[in-house]
T-cell receptor, first 113, second 116 residues
Framework: NAGVTQTPKFQVLKTGQSMTLQCAQD?????MSWYRQDPGMGLRLIHY???????DQGEVPNGYNVSRSTTEDFPLRLLSAAPSQTSVYFC????????????FGPGTRLTVL | AQSVTQLGSHVSVSEGALVLLRCNYS??????LFWYVQYPNQGLQLLLK??????LVKGINGFEAEFKKSETSFHLTKPSAHMSDAAEYFC??????????????FGKGTKLSVKP
């Protein structure tokens, strides 16, 4: 099993550009989530999904969109990148939400100039 | 609302010394509590978790944590630090709404340095 995979590993964007961060898991997990990690802030939940076709907002959703058309994939879209979105982004999955062990991807380091 | 406070953003210990990383939580319902570890340039991995069974929880790499409801604490300990323990450690809480799944809320993290 590959576990949770994320692409790309690194990305540099200019302000106003859009992009999609990819996340995939091969463990048949229903729950998937996106976090951003900033120095001294820990991990903050952006969006999450409890199954295909169901998504909801986390703590810091502004500026991000998600969709979940399959169990395996949970892409995160930045519609118009801003410097405040410079961060490391982690995707995670689990069988059953926050009560269960989360499996994290290796992260995407995004810089917005 | 649930929250997590980790006391000390940086902790430095000597190799062989006791490791103690502090975590306090607030929760309106019985919590599930977790410690995750992040090695440099990697994602997070689970160290251990408390799910309302035994209050003393043993994890990987010799770490353990004790759930103390009266103190709302879940401190992480290891009797003897090893150089390979140098990493960032995150405490996290999730609320159990009787089967409905709460999301995971993380503390700000504690970076552990181990001196030779």
């Amino acid at each position: 099993n590959a576990g949770v995979t994320q692409t790309p590993k690194f990305q540099v964007l200019k302000t106003g550009q859009s992009m999609t961060l990819q996340c995939a898991q091969d463990m048949n997990h229903e729950y998937m989530s996106w976090y951003r990690q900033d120095p001294g802030m820990g991990l903050r939940l952006i969006h999450y999904s409890v199954g295909a076709g169901i998504t909801d907002q986390g703590e810091v959703p502004n500026g991000y969109n998600v969709s979940r058309s399959t169990t395996e994939d949970f892409p995160l879209r930045l519609l118009s990148a801003a410097p405040s979105q410079t961060s490391v982004y982690f995707c995670a999955s689990s069988y059953q939400g926050g009560l269960d062990t989360q499996y994290f991807g290796p992260g995407t380091r995004l810089t917005v100039l | 609302a649930q929250s997590v406070t980790q006391l000390g953003s940086h902790v430095s210990v000597s190799e062989g010394a006791l490791v103690l990383l502090r975590c306090n939580y607030s929760s309106s319902v019985p919590p599930y509590l977790f410690w995750y570890v992040q090695y440099p340039n990697q994602g997070l991995q689970l160290l251990l978790k408390y799910t309302s069974a035994a209050t003393l929880v043993k994890g990987i790499n010799g770490f353990e944590a004790e759930f103390k409801k009266s103190e709302t604490s879940f401190h992480l300990t290891k009797p003897s630090a090893h150089m390979s323990d140098a990493a960032e450690y995150f405490c996290a809480v999730s609320e159990n709404y009787g089967g409905s799944q709460g999301n995971l809320i993380f503390g700000k993290g504690t970076k552990l340095s181990v001196k030779p």
